[in-house]
């Protein structure tokens, strides 16, 4: 099992990003897929989910409306889409795969494999 991210980079304040989560080892039928971030000095924040089945999403109050998840069974790829970024987005961003349903799917608990991180900076 391996997840991939990538497409973080620099961006000025209200620009997009678009991330990448390539996974292998799995299908994203059965899987649930989020992603999470953690900025320097702060603690992981859950920000998007979703479902291996059936695709519903879910988002954190922070990024609701300005963020979509989505995902491309074909390619084993769940993407995230940032748009109106903030300086407050700069972080390093993961992609999870979650394995158990036992709390909500902003626990970070709920995981068991965990892409390498991607930088996402937003500057003036």
């Known amino acids: 099992v391996q997840l991939q991210a990538s497409g973080g980079g620099l961006v000025h304040i209200g620009g997009s990003l678009r991330l990448s989560c390539a996974v292998s080892?799995?299908?994203?039928?059965?899987?649930?897929i989020a992603w999470f971030r953690q900025a320097p000095g702060k603690e992981r924040e859950a920000l998007s989910w979703?479902?291996?089945?059936?695709?519903?999403?879910y988002y954190a109050d922070s990024v609701k409306g300005r963020f979509t998840i989505s995902r491309d069974n074909a390619k084993n790829t769940v993407y995230l889409q940032m748009n109106s970024l903030k300086p407050e987005d700069t972080a390093v961003y993961y992609c999870?795969?979650?394995?158990?349903?036992?709390?909500?799917?902003?626990?970070?608990?709920?995981?068991?494999?965990w892409g390498q991180g991607t930088q996402v900076t937003v500057s003036s």
């Open positions: 999870a795969r979650r394995y158990w349903y036992r709390s909500s799917w902003s626990a970070a608990r709920e995981y068991d494999y």
């Open positions: 979703i479902r291996g089945r059936g695709a519903s999403t």
């Open positions: 080892g799995f299908s994203l039928d059965s899987y649930g």
